[in-house]
């Protein structure tokens, strides 16, 4: 139904020249009843009278509207209204129309019984009246009372109950006049209003039974055709004038009833009907003489809507109760037309007029020419034609009386418009809008345990809230993840580990003896004990040294030489195993350990493998390749003997196996093995693949293990925990945002990452410093990416206004295929010996600053192209000579090929001071050379010297600057650090690097790889430079993620999809180094 109010302006229409009533808004579907009207007459000049009654269907796309029934009259009507009369809220029965003959008389008829096809439908009928009824009107708090005028200044009550008798307000206003206009008013219902055409007003009083107050205008040109109360205020009321000569709307408050409130003048001619819509008290209707039908705002006499009519008048115009954006207007034409208030398109108007025509004539020859008629051409009209725009301003009912709307930290914000009536009948005073904002807590239990957390952190009770943890355990699993933690606070945390896995030493030993007890008997083991004792060869007696040919008797010649090492191969050989180890450890290490190996080669036994691993100290071993059912055991053995240097890598290794099974209950052990080796990061990525991430309560489970395990990771200081890393950060944000959602503010700040520039983190960080009214951090982050540090005291630094001069390394590399200087820069070969090794890679130079005034002059950077202030070429001297090749970081410039080398100078700083202290070199001309006060360019400097400092070189600024050769002080510039939650992509990558060097057997495989490890770091510059777009950033994010997975198939998919969608330039330094470590990794399986 919206969908045709917003699309067509026009809604329906009848061919009829009638009166018009709209049911009650209760009714359903909505109809409107049609009544023959009085003293008009049609095209067919017919006398006959009906009474229609057609259905308001919107969802039908025609303009015709359905007629529901048809009852023949013999009277014609001045007046037709509906009222709802003995109807429920459901509309189940149709209420009763009341009609204003031209007799005097006041018909009821029953709507149902016409739209059933009946013939009985009249209910009652009276005529008392003297003249035609031209007014009605229905109380609208008790329906069952109609108000009807006529001549004589007839004014009657009926009660629609007692039909027979009706009452009068009072007595008869004098002179007599015709009664034009009746209405109830809408506040207070026992007063009554009727005005006639000669422009008063009186207000009745039905309790008093009497005229109270009686409004006219002054100038008595006013011609009342209308009538209205003002929906809302029960003093106002509006008054509109049918002569042309006075086409106004007054609006009167009877409190200041000598003139009026306010007079609307939009119409050009006298005005026949208004309608003041229920809805919404700033619209009114009116439609007169001028064609016009308008909506105006009473209040101000702004013109909200014109309703695009044809040149015909209309008499009659009413709101739909029902439907309050549609309005009907009855027209002079004969037509009643159905109108949207909303807008809409003109278009289908004029195209049914011009169906219209065509079907009366149609294709045939009307006229007899022998010709048919050629199609009808319409003109193609403007959008701005065919579209009528809606009201200016949106109408009441379509306004949202109450609203609410979530803010940021869990708080409901309502609102609600409140209009108070100061007494019963007045003006409402200004209305009110509520606004209230209340805090929406909606997870209590989760608020609870976070508080809980937060006590035990300040409180440093880590052990009791474990404890506490392990007995409120619903699993057995979650009761082991607390018990892991709880063994972080206490002492031997590696003893209990090993207590948990169930390998207790006093059990342990227990089931040793009574295993031996069961095998041999107590009685056989005291008889072992004591052949034992006997067996140890004494001090007195002899034996004999076999020297036969036998495998003893080689055995003891072996031993006799000091042989021992055959003296094993023979034990070996004969299987005697026992005695070659017992051989082995008198014969040194190296042969111990080479006699071990061969019994281990030999051995066949199920626990072969782990005596290997214990004896060798291979731990990674056991860790790699014991089957995952045993990881308890590994785990109990990485506990035992592994170092403590090695204990997390081996941890680690041992979850990412267990992670990467298939097994589900293996995959949440391995969250077990990261608590020993104290990875958060781990423990956050298992737990999340575990666990229900979206639910509150699951979260708050993660991040009490995560604090605890941190709490026990800053005790013990096994590794860094001011590092948060991606995944973790994102868990802690997601956490803070849950906790702010519930007015936790102070609480989501305390757990909020404070070392990441996440950009999601420093926004929300940013929010609820805001919501807490505290100041915002400001990071100010610089855009180059390195960090200045000045050098201690007494070590002298730059001076104000002085310019950096950027040094180039000892050897000839000229960074990002820059050419070598040109001639006349001679580099000295006296190199200061307090200056550090420089590094090679392109962009790490280091900056040295001249120690005197430099000429003003805007300086270059060392990558910017060159300055246009060029000088002619100088024709080349005769005498030239070449430049001595370039030994020393040091620029030396000197006034001519052939002059002096400088002398060396003393490497220890030199004060700054006024005068120079160093020898000035002489020119060729024996005059003494001004370093500092003779500029480029004066005389006394030949062309050849001031040539090159114009074309500039590499690494040296471009102006009219000399250097001299001095031992300066340098102001240390390191590099900046990389943001930390980029820091893991370095760590990633380089570790990756390692682990594919150390398996490598191919020399040319390592070379790839070092020259990767170095060409990485155009990575590592930009992202301390933050250059790189979030795609890219992302994009390298889940390549380490699968790094750390060690599934590089789908890092170099996530690789190529990377390279295949961001800017070349942005990715060529180094995503094809990357994607050779990510080939070399998957190849050599690391």
């Not at 045939?364 to 301003?393: C, E, N, R, W, Y």
């Not at 240390?972 to 594919?996: A, G, M, S, V």
């Amino acid at each position: 139904m919206w969908n045709v109010l917003f699309t067509r302006m026009k809604l329906k229409e009848v061919d009829r020249t009638a009166m018009q009533a709209w049911s009650p808004a209760q009714n359903h579907p909505i109809y409107l009843a049609t009544g023959t009207s009085a003293q008009q007459l049609d095209a067919t000049f017919s006398t006959s009278a009906s009474l229609e009654i057609f259905e308001l269907d919107l969802s039908d796309p025609s303009l015709d509207m359905k007629s529901c029934a048809t009852f023949s009259s013999s009277h014609r009507y001045h007046k037709l209204i509906w009222g709802p009369h003995k109807m429920d809220s459901k509309g189940n029965v149709s209420g009763v129309l009341i009609a204003g003959g031209e007799n005097g008389n006041i018909i009821l008829y029953d709507p149902s019984k016409i739209i059933a096809g009946d013939k009985e439908v009249v209910i009652a009928q009276n005529d008392k009246h003297t003249g035609p009824v031209r007014a009605l009107d229905v109380n609208i708090f008790q329906t069952n009372l109609v108000a009807s005028g006529a001549n004589e200044s007839e004014i009657y009550i009926w009660d629609l109950n007692n039909f027979a008798t009706p009452m009068t307000p009072g007595a008869k206003t004098q002179p007599p006049e015709d009664i034009s206009c009746i209405a109830w008013n809408r506040q207070v219902q026992h007063i009554l209003a009727s005005a006639s055409p000669s422009g008063r007003a009186t207000v009745w009083d039905l309790r008093k039974n009497e005229p109270i107050i009686k409004v006219s205008d002054h100038n008595n040109r006013m011609h009342c055709s209308g009538l209205a109360w003002h929906p809302d205020v029960a003093t106002q009321m509006v008054l509109a004038s049918e002569d042309d000569r006075l086409p106004v709307i007054q609006m009167w408050d009877l409190r200041f009833a000598t003139s009026p409130l306010r007079v609307l003048e939009n119409h050009a001619r006298g005005i026949l009907a208004i309608a003041w819509s229920m809805a919404d008290p700033e619209l009114l209707l009116s439609c007169g003489k001028d064609a016009k039908i308008l909506c105006s705002n009473p209040n101000t006499g702004e013109v909200l809507y014109e309703l695009p009519t044809s040149t015909q008048w209309c008499f009659d115009i009413q709101w739909c109760p029902r439907n309050p954006a549609v309005l009907s207007a009855a027209s002079f034409d004969g037509r009643i037309s159905v109108y949207s208030i909303m807008g809409g398109s003109t278009d289908g108007l004029r195209q049914k007029q011009v169906d219209k025509l065509s079907s009366s004539f149609g294709n045939l020859d009307p006229f007899g020419t022998g010709q048919p008629l050629p199609p009808l051409q319409i003109p193609q009209q403007t959008a701005q034609h065919s579209i009528v725009l809606p009201l200016k301003k949106p109408p009441k009912w379509i306004r949202r009386p109450v609203g609410a709307s979530f803010s940021f930290g869990g708080k409901l914000v309502t609102f609600e418009n409140v209009r108070m009536l100061s007494q019963q009948g007045a003006e409402p005073q200004q209305q009110h809008h509520h606004v209230v904002i209340s805090q929406v807590v909606t997870e209590k239990e989760f608020l609870s345990r976070s508080d809980q957390l937060q006590q035990v952190v300040q409180s440093q009770g880590f052990v009791s809230y474990c404890q506490k943890k392990i007995e409120a355990s619903q699993t057995e699993f979650e009761k082991n993840v607390w018990s892991f933690l709880k063994v972080n606070f206490e002492d031997d945390s590696r003893g209990k580990y090993l207590e948990l896995l169930g390998y207790r030493k006093e059990d342990l030993g227990k089931k040793i003896a009574l295993a031996l007890n069961k095998m041999d008997g107590p009685d056989v083991r005291i008889k072992e004990e004591k052949q034992e004792s006997e067996f140890l060869p004494s001090a007195g007696g002899t034996f004999n040294i076999s020297v036969s040919g036998d495998i003893d008797g080689l055995i003891t010649q072996a031993l006799l030489m000091g042989n021992f090492e055959s003296a094993v191969d023979l034990c070996l050989h004969d299987n005697r195993m026992a005695d070659a180890i017992i051989l082995a450890i008198a014969g040194g290490q190296e042969l111990l350990a080479r006699t071990q190996k061969k019994y281990f080669a030999k051995s066949q036994s199920k626990i072969t493998r782990l005596i290997t691993a214990v004896v060798m100290k291979n731990w990674k071993e056991i860790v790699e390749s014991c089957d995952l059912n045993n990881w308890r055991e590994a785990l109990a053995a990485i506990l035992t003997y592994a170092k403590p240097d090695e204990f997390s890598a081996l941890c680690d290794l041992l979850g990412t196996r267990l992670e990467s099974e298939g097994d589900s209950l293996l995959q949440t052990q391995a969250c077990l093995c990261y608590i020993c080796a104290g990875n958060v990061e781990k423990l956050v990525a298992c737990w999340t693949k575990a666990q229900d991430g979206s639910n509150p309560l699951s979260l708050q489970d993660l991040i009490e293990k995560v604090v605890i395990l941190r709490k026990a990771v800053q005790l013990t200081q096994t590794m860094d925990t001011s590092t948060v890393g991606v995944l973790l950060a994102e868990k802690m944000s997601q956490y803070a945002s849950l906790l702010a959602a519930q007015g936790s503010i102070a609480a989501a700040l305390a757990f909020l990452p404070e070392n990441t520039n996440q950009a999601n983190i420093v926004q929300l960080r940013d929010r609820l410093c805001r919501a807490q009214g505290e100041p915002v951090p400001r990071h100010e982050t610089p855009k180059i990416p390195y960090e200045r540090h000045q050098l201690p005291k007494g070590r002298p630094g730059p001076t104000a206004g002085h310019t950096q001069m950027p040094r180039v390394p000892a050897q000839q590399y000229y960074p990002h295929g820059e050419n070598p200087p040109p001639p006349g820069f001679i580099m000295h070969g006296n190199v200061n010996p307090n200056t550090a090794q420089l590094p090679t890679s392109p962009g790490h130079m280091h900056t040295q600053v001249p120690p005197y005034p430099q000429p003003q002059r805007p300086q270059n950077g060392w990558n910017d192209p060159p300055a246009l202030n060029r000088v002619p070429k100088k024709k080349m001297p005769e005498n030239f000579m070449p430049p001595v090749p370039i030994t020393s970081p040091i620029m030396n410039p000197l006034g001519d090929p052939q002059s002096q080398m400088l002398q060396q100078q003393p490497s220890a700083p030199v004060p700054l001071s006024n005068q120079a202290s160093f020898s000035r070199p002489h020119l060729s001309g024996g005059q003494p050379f001004h370093g500092i006060q003779q500029p480029l360019g004066q005389p006394g400097i030949p062309p050849s010297f001031s040539k090159p400092n114009i074309e500039g070189a590499p690494g040296a600024p471009i102006g009219n600057t000399i250097q001299h050769v001095q031992s300066l002080p340098t102001e240390k510039i390191t590099k900046k650090p990389i943001p930390n939650e980029h820091l893991i992509l370095k760590t990633t990558f380089e570790d990756l690097i390692q682990r594919c060097l150390s398996s490598a057997t191919d020399p040319q495989t390592k070379r790839k790889l070092d020259d990767a490890s170095k060409r990485l770091e155009f990575l590592y510059d930009k992202l301390r430079e933050q250059t790189l777009s979030p795609t890219i950033i992302n994009g390298l994010h889940n390549i380490a993620r699968s790094i750390e997975t060690r599934n590089y198939a789908e890092g170099l998919t996530i690789h190529t999809h990377i390279v295949s969608t961001s800017n070349f330039s942005e990715t060529s330094a180094f995503m094809p180094v990357l994607k050779v470590v990510l080939t070399q990794a998957n190849k050599l399986g690391v």
